[in-house]
Every structure is written in C-alpha cells, then in structure tokens.
C-alpha cells in the first residue's frame, strides 16, 4: 500500500530502473558499489542512512508516517497513480528545453551522463536557471570530462566560476572530479548513498538528483521547489526546516516518484515549483496537480460562506483545526492569512541575519608601468571564504572606522614597499551580502603616479593590466570595488541586490545616476531554496 490513511506507510524498496528513452537499451552495466557525502537542503544529515542499505531510513519512515495525519497523505495507491501521471504528462508538454537536460538525454556513457547532471545540480544551487545556461555551456566546452576537470587548476576553476558566487561550489566539485578519477577508477559512484557518502560537495539533494536522472535509481529529492509544491499539495503549514517536517518530505518524495521514470518525475517535480507553483503568483489554473492540492481546497474552502463550512461538513476536509496537535500544521498562533492564498505554505523558516563585517581595500595602481597602467591584485588563502581568489589588498576593520587608513596602509606596504600615504584616497564603499557575512567595503585608491615603477612581485601578488584583471578569477564584489575605483575617473557606478555600492559624493546627493542597481548574484532561493550551509560565499 502506498501511503495513505492510518495504515503505516512502507517505503518502497530502492531498485534500479532504465532511464528515460535516450538512454534505452545502450544503458551499461551498472555497478552497485558507491558511497556519498555532501552539504545541503533539508537536513541530509538528520536523516542519513546508518548501513549501506538505507534500511534505517525505512524503518524510519515507517514510524513517521504512522505519527503523522491522513490529511498530509496521499489516500491510496490510486491518488499517488494520479499525481504521478498528471505531472509528467504536464512535464512532458511543458518542460524547458535546457542544456544539460539535452546533454543527459543524449549521453549513453554513465559516467559522462552522470558528470553532466553533476554539474548542472551544483551550479543549479542557489542560482537561477538563466544564470547558469552561460556558465554551465562554457564549463562542458572546457572540461568536457571529469578527466578534463580533475586535471585543471584550482585557480582556472575559480576564473570560469567568477560571478557565479559561492565559490566553494566550484573547487568541491573539482575535488569531486578529481576523486572519482585518483580513487574510483573514474566511475561516478552508482546510488544515492554512494554519491554522498563519497563525494565532497555532494548531499542528499544532489546525490539524489544525479542517482535518479542519471543512473534512474528510485529515490525522491526535495530541494526548494520541491518543498513548496509538497507543502502546499499536502497542507504543511509546519517550519519545513524542522526535522521532522523535512523527513516527512523526503518521505512523501520517496512515497510519490515514479518506479519507471524517476529521473522525469523529479525534474517535473522541481520544474513545477519552478514555473507554476511559483513562491509568490503561483499559477493554480496551471497546475497539473490541482485537484489533489489541499492549499487549493483549504483556498476554496476558505471563499465558501460560513454555513457552507461547518467543521463536520462531509465534503469538508481539515486536519486538526486549531487544536496545535499536529506537527505538520501551522501553530495556531499563525492563523490563515487570506491575502496570501496558497502562498500561506510553505511557513518561512526564521533566518539568522548575517553579521555585519567591514573591510578596508585599495585599488593600487601604476599608471605609467612599462606596457599600460597595472593594478595590484593578491591571493585569498586556499581556504575560507572566496578561497583561492584574487582580490585588492584589504584588511579587516573595525566597522568606526577607527585607524582603517593606517592599518590599510601598512597592508599595501607590506605588498609594495613604501608609499606615499597622501596619496590615499577613500573613495567610497561597497556593500555586499554574502550568505552569512553582510560585508561592507571601504574602498580606496591609490595611483602612484610621477615616481619609479614598482617592479618587485611578493609571492601571492601580481600587477595586472585591466584587461587581465577583467578575465581573472576575482570575485563580483571585487569588480564592483574596481568599478568604484574607476567611477572617480568616469563619474558612474552601480550597484545590485546583493551588492551596494556608493560614494561620498552619492551618498551625500543619491541620484539615480550615481545609485544604480544591478543584479549580479542570483536572487534564487533565498527562503525555500535548498542551502549550501558552509558554502558561503
Ligand atoms: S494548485 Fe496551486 S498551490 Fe497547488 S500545487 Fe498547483 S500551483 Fe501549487
Ligand atoms: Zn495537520
């Protein structure tokens, strides 16, 4: 029995099944051995499986779905059938047409099918499909193979991966990359445990995601698309960041893909809350899964007078209204908010702010170096936030601003020898949120222009032309700094979402022209997406 009522729900058993058509009968020997790891979405660590097997989680599903209401299940078989059937006949009228999907389609070799999703899966989180169709197209010409990949440098990496943000995302999956080909004879492990128990950067999103698209193993994922469509589908009112809401997701994720297409029911599932059950409009008289929506009902229900809703009515359905006994309903202290709609699910999840951080930093250049004027760039450690990436020399601040020009200074000075502190110009300051960290940057200039040119190179620093600057691998906000930089000389400078930028003269008179915002990082997923929880960047 799949789900439903008050009988126990037990998993189905995990096998391996055919792909989708293009892979058909060329589809190679699979291989059972595996393993896995990763960092992401919904708790992947709570509910980890303890043996190879997954059969802890099972057991573990079972006691979750004896606890939990019938009204946040599917009735019977023939209701998940039904769901089933309806988003993937949705799913293939209406899918986008994107490159890795044509990539994975049309890969008959495993390893090279599973690279594929790999990357789109890694590139995906937290940033916006249209971002990524760029990105991802010139990383498949570059590194068409995990051989190609693993054999690459941290620091090409990092130069192709500039602007995408979270730059961990990059270097995990290029550890990924190189572990597969040093240490499992260049086969992408097989299942969903094996990808994360094995592979740095992988979680139980994305080994999930590459099992099922890839090798058409039967497992659920929920990332945050996902988690809104079953939210609303099954009237989950409760913190979906909680444990016990995430594992009944997952659950229900398990409970509802499709034993002969699960790598399409998934992407279906998420392209759904891509495209129609949308965070904010969604498009109900779109939704394929409309009649077994209990957010619709609970909307229609909702518009119906009074007396046609009496608690008891046979033809109304509820859980356990405002009683606070169901862990999968809204606390009763958040009543229903009729100006949301179906937007009353999923409950946003309370986030930290991030901690504000001040950083000096200064665009030190040489105007007249022999071959054009040359900025001084140096090296992030290998570790930690945007690691491995070039930036101008900047120290942390206290965010008064007391002794900033001092300590700034003595930093450009340990990189290039004495200079003229009067040359020193603040400029004006850059604000950019990263995951965790609100950073706001101070940012100077200093043009050592009529004196000898600097031609001593510390280790980890480099003078570039603006040409080489533009093409390496410096982070977004870095650019935005320069842009600061060179505003003083053209009089304009932007700023975006994430990044704000502004100098004393616009501070002091803020005009569209001087304050203009610009996106550069993907506002994906900020509330519902899954989130990289050390990729912080
Ligand atoms: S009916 Fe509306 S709320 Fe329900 S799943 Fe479809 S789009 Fe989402
Ligand atoms: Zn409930």
Same mark, same amino acid.
């Not at 939990?68 to 089933?84: G, K, L, M, N």
């Given at each position: 029995r799949e789900g439903g009522g008050s009988t126990p729900y037990r998993a189905p058993r995990i096998v391996m099944k055919k792909p989708r058509a293009a892979v058909g009968s060329r589809r190679r020997k699979q291989t059972s051995s595996g393993?896995?790891? @990763?960092?992401?979405? &919904?708790?992947? /660590?709570?509910?980890?499986?303890?043996?190879?097997?997954?059969? !802890?989680?099972?057991? @573990?599903?079972?006691? &979750?779905?004896? /606890?939990?209401?019938?009204?946040?299940?599917?009735?019977?078989? !023939?209701?998940?059938?039904?769901?089933?059937?309806?988003?993937? /006949?949705?799913?293939?009228q209406k899918k986008r047409d994107l490159p890795w999907r044509r990539r994975a389609e049309g890969e008959v070799d495993l390893d090279r099918r599973a690279y594929a999703v790999w990357v789109s899966e890694v590139m995906l989180q937290q940033t916006q499909v249209a971002t990524v169709i760029d990105y991802y197209t010139r990383w498949m010409q570059k590194w068409p193979t995990l051989q190609d990949l693993a054999s690459a440098s941290l620091e090409e990496v990092n130069q192709l991966w500039a602007g995408l943000g979270y730059y961990s995302r990059g270097r995990r999956l290029q550890e990924g990359a190189r572990k597969v080909v040093e240490e499992l004879r260049g086969h992408v492990p097989r299942t969903a445990e094996t990808l994360q128990r094995l592979l740095p950067g992988v979680g139980r999103y994305t080994a999930g995601a590459i099992a099922s698209i890839a090798f058409g193993q039967v497992t659920g994922v929920v990332d945050g698309n996902v988690v809104r469509v079953l939210c609303r589908v099954r009237g989950i009112g409760a913190d979906p960041s909680n444990t016990f809401v995430s594992q009944q997701l997952w659950s229900l994720a398990q409970q509802l893909v499709d034993p002969a297409r699960p790598g399409d029911f998934n992407q279906a599932a998420m392209e759904l809350g891509a495209i129609v059950c949308t965070p904010q409009h969604p498009h109900c008289s779109q939704c394929p899964v409309q009649s077994l929506c209990r957010a619709h009902q609970r909307v229609e229900r909702e518009r119906l007078p009074a007396s046609q809703s009496l608690p008891g009515s046979p033809d109304v359905e509820e859980c356990a209204p405002n009683t606070g006994q169901c862990q999968l309903c809204a606390p009763p202290t958040e009543p229903w908010d009729q100006s949301l709609g179906v937007a009353n699910f999923p409950r946003k999840a309370s986030r930290k702010p991030p901690r504000a951080e001040c950083s000096a930093t200064c665009v030190l250049e040489q105007p007249g170096a022999p071959g054009g004027a040359r900025i001084l760039l140096v090296q992030r450690p290998n570790s930690g936030l945007l690691a491995g990436l070039w930036e101008f020399p900047s120290v942390t601040v206290d965010p008064s601003g007391r002794h900033q020009r001092k300590a700034l200074l003595q930093e450009l000075q340990n990189w290039a020898g004495p200079l003229p502190a009067t040359h020193l110009h603040h400029l004006g300051q850059v604000v950019h949120t990263f995951s965790h960290i609100k950073l706001t940057y101070q940012v100077y200039g200093l043009a050592l222009e009529g004196q000898a040119p600097v031609t001593v190179t510390a280790p980890g620093a480099r003078w570039l032309t603006r040409e080489e600057f533009h093409t390496a691998a410096v982070s977004t906000a870095m650019k935005k700094v320069f842009r600061v930089y060179e505003g003083q000389q053209s009089g304009t400078c932007k700023s975006s979402k994430r990044s704000q930028v502004s100098t004393p003269s616009s501070r002091k008179k803020p005009s569209p022209g001087q304050q203009v915002l610009d996106r550069f990082f993907r506002p994906h997923i900020p509330t519902d997406a899954p989130r990289l929880n050390s990729a912080a960047q």
């Open positions: 393993e896995e790891r @990763e960092k992401h979405a &919904l708790s992947s /660590s709570q509910a980890r499986p303890t043996t190879p097997d997954g059969q !802890a989680r099972r057991q @573990e599903e079972v006691v &979750l779905q004896a /606890s939990v209401s019938p009204y946040h299940q599917f009735r019977d078989t !023939a209701e998940v059938t039904v769901f089933r059937e309806s988003l993937l /006949s949705w799913y293939d």
